[in-house]
């Protein structure tokens, strides 16, 4: 059984960062690709980021020098850091992971909890 969550939500004001962790647990090979998401009051669920299993990143137009995404294998974690970070950021924000789970190629895919991200004036 795989599972992630989430940590390292929280308010901060406006122009400073926030890192958001999401951890997977379980019998897990390798992390192979993943994504943040938002979802904010009245808007569609938006893709921030992404980075696929060969390491090349991609970023919603509107965060592009400002958020990272990354990983760390030994600690089966990927996070999103984001500095700048401005107020119509304020969303929840979900990590969406894939992980080999076993050398056959089986992989499963899952969601985080969901994280509060709010940016305050």
């Known amino acids: 059984q795989v599972q992630l969550m989430q940590s390292g939500g929280g308010v901060v004001q406006a122009g400073g960062s926030l890192r958001l962790s999401c951890a997977a647990s379980g019998h897990i090979l390798r992390i192979n690709e993943f994504e943040w998401y938002r979802e904010s009051p009245g808007k569609q669920r938006e893709l921030v980021a992404a980075?696929?299993?060969?390491?090349?990143?991609d970023y919603a137009d509107s965060v592009k020098g400002r958020f990272t995404i990354s990983k760390d294998d030994a600690k089966k974690t990927v996070y999103l850091q984001m500095n700048g970070l401005k107020r119509d950021e304020t969303a929840v924000y979900y990590c969406?992971?894939?992980?080999?789970?076993?050398?056959?190629?089986?992989?499963?895919?899952?969601w985080g909890q969901g994280t509060q991200v709010t940016v305050s004036s």
């Open positions: 980075r696929t299993r060969n390491g090349e990143t």
């Open positions: 969406a992971v894939e992980v080999l789970i076993d050398l056959d190629g089986t992989t499963w895919y899952g």
